[in-house]
């Protein structure tokens, strides 16, 4: 009897992991060979540079159009710490033609670059204590847009 109970502990403590190992790994990023990944994520996201082996969100993800000319929200999860993310972005978003307008680096971290008519807001949070490193999101719109304010009636 006692080791029929102690094999159902097993058993049940093995089929636990495996599913919150499946939970854990599974997600609607792009798949494949990390240079595959990144040719997706560069073809949806243009010139947008992005650090090692992030991986879109896509539940989290509003991305209209493609390329270098996408608006939207994209949220990624990083592998480094949030300073090694905010380091990346400082130096290679200004490489691939981006112009930083605004840095603040703080629990959360705030970037504001602009290229061309385009503006583009990283933000970098610490993930969670059993997630990713970093929580990345990128938002991307028209530098110049005309945003009407609702009239009062």
Partial sequence: ???LKRLKIITSTV???VLLAACASSGDSPTGTPSEV???QSQLLGDM????ASRMIGSDSLIIGRGDNWVGRVVL???QTPTDIYAFFQSEYPKAG???VSAVKSKTSILVFT???RTSTVELNEGAFTGPKTMITITAS?????VVAPSKR
């Avoid at 028209?142 to 005309?146: E, I, L, R, S, V």
């Fill in 38 to 40: 990144q040719e997706i």
């Fill in 98 to 100: 981006w112009t930083t």
């Fill in 142 to 146: 028209p530098k110049n847009a005309n």
């Fill in 15 to 17: 089929a636990l992991s």
């Fill in 77 to 79: 999860s990083g592998v």
């Fill in 49 to 52: 540079p992005l650090p090692a």
């Fill in 1 to 3: 009897m006692n080791k």
């Fill in 115 to 117: 290229k061309g008519d």
